[in-house]
């Protein structure tokens, strides 16, 4: 059992996984939720060696990593409704489960001949597969039953010598943060059905479940990535629609301090707006978007367009900001028709299911 550390020489540790992977190995590598086990779904004797070692019987699927929706297509049924499934969700916390069109080895696909599929929003993950040109298994790195794994040593704490001697190598990450594994949707029926509850929980097509802060922080961080991954080029604008309560102010502070804002995040109801500074060695901030400032907006005691042009609005779409606006809909059609000229827009609903509980949709511009 070899254990490499992937912050030493990437490019090194990542080509080595796929020789490992190629030839048949077990590895522990880390993703975007847990440390995972890979190896070659294709490959018989590796699947096998992999149900061995978490003592997992076949029937039981195995979720599978790809890069991208077309390599999905290659393993999975994927109809009109799964693709905008996969548009809205992936990349992301998420494992699809559809129809698997039976390339896999045996032990991959449920008794039923579904499939797990799951693109992660992970650089390791992604550029392992790339190389590969084919997907790799995604199931935790842990024994049947057993909790998920994020550091290397929790991982081997329990395994026998028998154990770790099936293992051909180790990726070590560090110690990951503690985000649950993938929430499992399953969209081979005419309504989705959440097998499994991660951090994000889908309601509609284009909607998430929160049940808290905590997790409606979680799904503006999901949203603001995938804005970042989607938009380079203009302003990015999140329009925030709900009632009072619902957390439009709890999503805006998180894309603040996200994106390096330092400090309180304080409403700004009576000043209409307030532009913050940022840090720009916050880590979720891709290089290659030059973000100017972050702006939080809202409108609500907004009553004509003088109001507006009082405070030099459509200015702020100038620079390359990042800008979250409450109570949208009090700019009037025409300012909104006109920021959509100047800026991508991001619009996230929030609706009031009961005391603990908001759905929150969304739509990405095209």
């Given at each position: 059992m070899k254990i490499l550390e992937i912050t030493k020489d990437y490019e090194k540790v990542i080509r080595k996984t796929a020789e490992v992977i190629k030839a048949g190995g077990l590895v522990v590598f880390p993703s975007d939720t847990v440390y995972i086990l890979a190896v070659d779904p294709t490959n018989q004797?590796?699947?096998?060696?992999?149900?061995?070692?978490?003592?997992?019987?076949?029937?039981?699927?195995?979720?599978?990593?790809?890069?991208?929706?077309?390599?999905?297509?290659?393993?999975?049924?994927?109809?009109?409704n799964g693709k905008n499934i996969y548009t809205n969700l992936l990349p992301g916390p998420f494992t699809i489960v559809s129809q698997g069109k039976h390339k896999t080895a045996k032990g991959i696909e449920a008794e039923n001949g579904t499939l797990g599929v799951r693109i992660p929003d992970n650089k390791y993950v992604t550029d392992l597969v790339k190389i590969l040109k084919k997907p790799i298994t995604a199931t935790s790195a842990n024994l049947s039953g057993r909790t998920p794994n994020y550091s290397i040593a929790s991982f081997l704490r329990p395994l026998s010598n028998k154990k770790r001697e099936m293992i051909d190598l180790i990726v070590d990450a560090g110690k990951l943060p503690k985000n649950k594994p993938s929430t499992v949707i399953d969209i081979t029926c005419p309504e989705i059905k959440v097998l499994r509850r991660g951090d994000l929980v889908t309601g509609k097509k284009t909607s998430l479940m929160?049940?808290?802060?905590?997790?409606?922080?979680?799904?503006?961080?999901f949203l603001l990535k995938k804005a970042l991954n989607k938009f380079k080029n203009k302003p990015i604008v999140f329009l925030l629609s709900g009632d009072l309560g619902c957390g439009k102010t709890i999503f805006s502070r998180k894309i603040g301090h996200l994106l390096g804002v330092k400090g309180k995040i304080t409403s700004p109801t009576f000043v209409i707006y307030n532009?913050?500074?940022?840090d720009h060695r916050s880590l979720i901030v891709d290089r290659r978007y030059k973000i100017s400032n972050f702006l939080h907006m809202d409108l609500y005691k907004i009553t004509s367009e003088k109001d507006l042009i009082e405070i030099e609005f459509l200015e702020k779409f100038e620079d390359k900001n990042i800008i979250c606006i409450e109570w949208p809909e009090q700019m009037g059609k025409n300012y909104l028709a006109k920021i959509k000229e100047k800026a991508e827009i991001v619009n996230v609903g929030f609706e009031y299911v009961d005391e603990k509980t908001r759905e929150i949709s969304y739509n990405l511009s095209k």
């Open positions: 004797v590796a699947v096998n060696k992999l149900l061995g070692f978490k003592n997992r019987w076949t029937g039981k699927a195995i979720s599978v990593a790809v890069l991208d929706m077309k390599m999905a297509m290659e393993y999975v049924e994927i109809d009109i929160s049940k808290s802060e905590a997790e409606t922080e979680k799904i503006a961080e532009e913050y500074k940022l």
